[in-house]
């Protein structure tokens, strides 16, 4: 590995210096990030956090993972524990830590993709065909959902039980095929249009999460919800000001809200497709209010 001037470096200076860039081996180092709170900062003798589950077919890991790392981490000072592995949405795991953070839909696809055009990565420009010699087998792209019963039940106890729960983007596309992670998110997807520039409008200027925060815009995936909770918990919305509309949806949509559940508390916040959405300005500050009011700091 080699730094500025191709000067050569160990591997024990690299490791070094990942390491006090507050990411290492998937795990976020808040403490080594400067700043967090009293609270951040005793957690880790005992270990991360928050836990983040992130990435699908077609929101990549590493994408959310530097987003959050800077403005989660970095910024705020807290720590977190990243993985895209499903399996550790369960009780024994979720017992470790105080927020559970996730940003990925519902879908698995067993069988393949099938395009391989349409997964996460880029297609080359001018490429016309995927070669394969021997060729490959006939794919069945059959999506299937992901979270089981035990699944759903350990978010719900993990948030009654006093743990909160900060909600991105695609999660409303967990919501159809599990009907506890249904109720603790308070919303069920109905779609969302192709990327184009957004207002999120907030509409709740009193809340912790919102207090200092302006309306900003962003291009992102403007997700629209079938919102199922208190309308007093609505913080804000998106708006097409262009007057584009989502099937027969309208233009405007729920974009954001916080209640409490149980012992716990909930958030959700719909930007996050684009890392430029994740670090717009104002949304870094409703990210941060929203991680320190589920964690009871606001």
Avoid at 47 to 56: K, M, V, Y
Avoid at 183 to 202: E, Q, S
Avoid at 231 to 250: A, C, I, K, R, W
Avoid at 257 to 262: H, K, P
């Amino acid at each position: 590995m080699s730094v500025g001037n191709n000067r050569r470096i160990s591997r024990r200076t690299a490791m070094d210096l990942l390491a006090k860039g507050g990411v290492l081996g998937g795990v976020a180092l808040g403490s080594m990030c400067g700043g967090g709170s009293v609270s951040d900062r005793a957690a880790q003798s005992e270990g991360a956090t928050a836990f983040a589950l992130i990435g699908d077919r077609y929101h990549n890991s590493d994408h959310y993972r530097t987003a959050m790392g800077k403005t989660l981490v970095k910024d705020l000072g807290l720590s977190i524990d990243f993985s895209d592995e499903i399996k550790l949405l369960n009780d024994e795991h979720l017992s470790k830590y105080k927020l559970l953070i996730i940003l990925r839909d519902g879908m698995i696809w067993p069988n393949g993709h099938g395009d391989p055009k349409s997964n996460a990565g880029w297609w080359a420009q001018g490429q016309s065909e995927i070669v394969s010699d021997p060729p490959l087998p006939q794919m069945d792209p059959e999506r299937a959902g992901w979270i089981t019963p035990e699944m759903g039940k350990a978010v719900r106890r993990f948030v009654e039980n006093g743990g909160g729960a900060l909600l991105y983007h695609n999660v409303t596309y967990i919501a159809p095929y599990n009907d506890d992670f249904r109720d603790v998110l308070g919303a069920v997807t109905r779609g969302h249009p192709a990327l184009r520039p957004f207002k999120v409008k907030i509409i709740n200027h009193d809340h912790p999460i919102t207090k200092g925060v302006n309306d900003f815009i962003v291009s992102d995936e403007q997700h629209y919800m079938e919102y199922q909770k208190d309308p007093q918990y609505l913080l804000m919305e998106s708006v097409n000001e262009d007057g584009l509309t989502h099937g027969e949806f309208g233009a405007t949509s729920a974009a954001g809200w916080a209640y409490d559940y149980g012992k716990g508390r909930v958030c959700y916040l719909g930007p996050g497709h684009l890392i430029t959405a994740m670090w717009n300005p104002e949304y870094e500050k409703l990210q941060k209010n929203a991680a320190r009011w589920l964690l009871r700091e606001l």
